[in-house]
């Protein structure tokens, strides 16, 4: 699927009034308050959902598809330009933000230029700046070096909880990246560069993520999932569920064990996509011998899947039959189950120790001395085959046509949905107690599959529940997990979220 960002051009075009009335009052407050603050309309308005990661965990920075699905929690950034340039050599960015306790209005000269982001600082406004320096170094490569971006007056809006695995920097960082290029005059922005420009920007924020998140906030498409795929290069496209009775929807529930990844990257999700990237450089080496690993589009450029493909360069196989293999040969060449230290990884490889260290642990801040190569990728083969697997399900044309009770099927998703959490527990070791006691309790009042979504070591869950359990589910949180910890309201009330599957990135421009 390829395609370009639709533009809406009118208020009451299909964010408001159409298929999303109740955010109509929001949106005019959007705008009602940037008209107060600059004191001219606004432009346009940028958008960009958050997303639920249905199946496919910590797979995508090592080049395996996953199956995420937009959410109606988005965001929405009022734009209008045309502001003299403050002088020759800047150009000013105000941004503001409908929270202004949480989130404080900023002004910025920007010099023209590399845009600077200062990554050791937690401040709101980065994500700004990180969609702006990844739009602009495409205007950059498209106009040349010497392009000036317009001054920018910028109001935006939030309600993708921060930090609790739904992407809301996906979501910020991909809306602002499309309100830059509108801003300064782009008519018909391509979805897959969007996508490619908000996955760059996003690392510039200092975590060396995969493309999940930004894939899901750009191409997502109303009532369906979508399959991502990475390799050879970029491309999604929509899944519809079938019919089933009983009906099935996704609950997705919060934690509040919050694992802020500029922190703990180091020892987490950084690491962890460093020991897969150690794991592809082993297995390559000790089975495709005389082969070097293809550079890739993974986070350290090379990945478990460009070991795949090396390995695989001649098969007639199915993937299915691939991974099956891939999983059997990890367990046999990789056996220790303690982990790998640097030397040990060096000598497997044949470099020197220097060199792993250049190759996979100076381009973003690891720690740890033992490091788990045969964990993460049987973690990375199986979930990999899991996703095919709940795909082949969800396109199954019998599935289609199904009549009757679909019990037996929706429990099909659910268990591969289990199996993941179960993979994600003790493999790749990214869950948290909280986690698995909120898998636990929607499991025991009625869900089919539970498990982590996003990152994990904290963060959110969903759960396929049939829609006649749905209320029963919440229930249970509420009574056996939310109501025993000191959550305030706004807290409470952002806990649960039954989200349908939304529309991605899209501009609104207003007459
Ligand atoms: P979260 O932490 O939910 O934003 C992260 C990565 C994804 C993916 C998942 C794990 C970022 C921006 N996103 O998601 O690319 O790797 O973890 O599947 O870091
Ligand atoms: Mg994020």
Redesign the pocket.
């Known amino acids: 699927m390829s395609g370009s960002v639709p533009t809406v051009t009118a208020l009451d075009g299909v964010y408001t009034h159409q298929s999303l009335p109740e955010q109509e009052a929001r949106w005019t407050k959007l705008l009602a308050k940037f008209q107060a603050l600059y004191g001219r309309p606004a432009q346009f308005v940028s958008r960009s959902p958050g997303r639920v990661?249905i199946i496919?965990?910590?797979?995508?920075?090592s080049l395996y598809s996953?199956l995420p699905m937009g959410m109606t929690h988005d965001v929405i950034i009022a734009v209008s330009t045309d502001l003299a340039p403050s002088n020759d050599s800047t150009y000013k960015l105000k941004l503001a933000n409908l929270d202004e306790e949480r989130f404080p209005a900023r002004e910025f000269d920007v010099p023209y230029g590399e845009v600077e982001i200062d990554a050791t600082k937690h401040e709101w406004t980065n994500y700004f700046r990180s969609g702006l320096r990844g739009a602009l170094q495409l205007l950059q490569k498209k106009y040349g070096a010497d392009f000036k971006p317009k001054s920018m007056q910028v109001l935006m809006d939030g309600t993708v909880p921060a930090g609790g695995?739904?992407?809301?920097?996906?979501a910020f960082v991909s809306a602002s990246a499309l309100a830059v290029m509108i801003a300064n005059g782009e008519k018909d922005v391509d979805k897959k560069d969007l996508t490619e420009v908000a996955i760059v920007s996003?690392r510039a924020v200092g975590?060396?993520?995969?493309?999940?998140?930004?894939s899901a906030s750009v191409f997502s498409k109303q009532g369906s999932a979508l399959f991502v795929s990475f390799a050879p290069s970029l491309s999604a496209r929509p899944v519809f569920f079938p019919k089933t009775n009983p009906e099935l929807i996704f609950v997705v529930a919060q934690s509040f064990v919050t694992?802020n990844?500029q922190v703990t990257g180091p020892v987490r999700?950084n690491l962890r996509v460093v020991e897969c990237s150690m794991a592809a450089a082993v297995l390559n080496a000790l089975l495709c011998p005389g082969m070097d690993l293809p550079k890739d589009a993974g986070p350290l450029g090379v990945s478990l899947h460009g070991f795949h493909t090396n390995y695989f360069k001649d098969t007639q196989k199915s993937m299915n039959e691939q991974l099956a293999e891939l999983v059997e040969l990890t367990k046999t060449k990789l056996t220790k189950e303690d982990g790998y230290t640097v030397d040990e990884i060096a000598s497997l490889v044949g470099v020197s120790v220097d060199d792993i260290k250049a190759r996979f642990m100076s381009s973003f801040p690891v720690r740890g001395d033992h490091f788990k190569l045969r964990q993460r990728a049987l973690h990375v083969f199986t979930e990999a085959l899991r996703v095919l697997q709940f795909l082949t399900l969800l396109e199954d044309n019998s599935a289609h046509s199904m009549t009757g009770d679909t019990t037996e099927y929706n429990k099909k998703l659910g268990d591969l949905m289990n199996a993941t959490q179960d993979s994600c527990r003790e493999l790749y070791e990214?869950s948290c107690p909280e986690i698995d006691e909120l898998c636990a309790i929607a499991r025991e009042a009625g869900g089919y599959g539970s498990r982590l979504?996003?990152?994990?070591w904290g963060?959110?869950s969903v759960h396929l529940v049939p829609a006649d359990r749905a209320d029963a589910v919440q229930q249970a949180m509420m009574d056996k997990y939310y109501s025993k910890r000191n959550l305030s309201q706004r807290e409470l009330e952002a806990a649960i979220v039954v989200s349908r599957p939304m529309n991605g990135s899209a501009v609104c421009v207003l007459k």
């Open positions: 990661n496919g965990e910590h797979i995508d920075y996953v695995g739904l992407s809301s920097s996906a996003e975590v060396n993520s995969g493309g999940m998140d930004q694992s990844k999700y990214c979504t996003g990152a994990g963060g959110c």
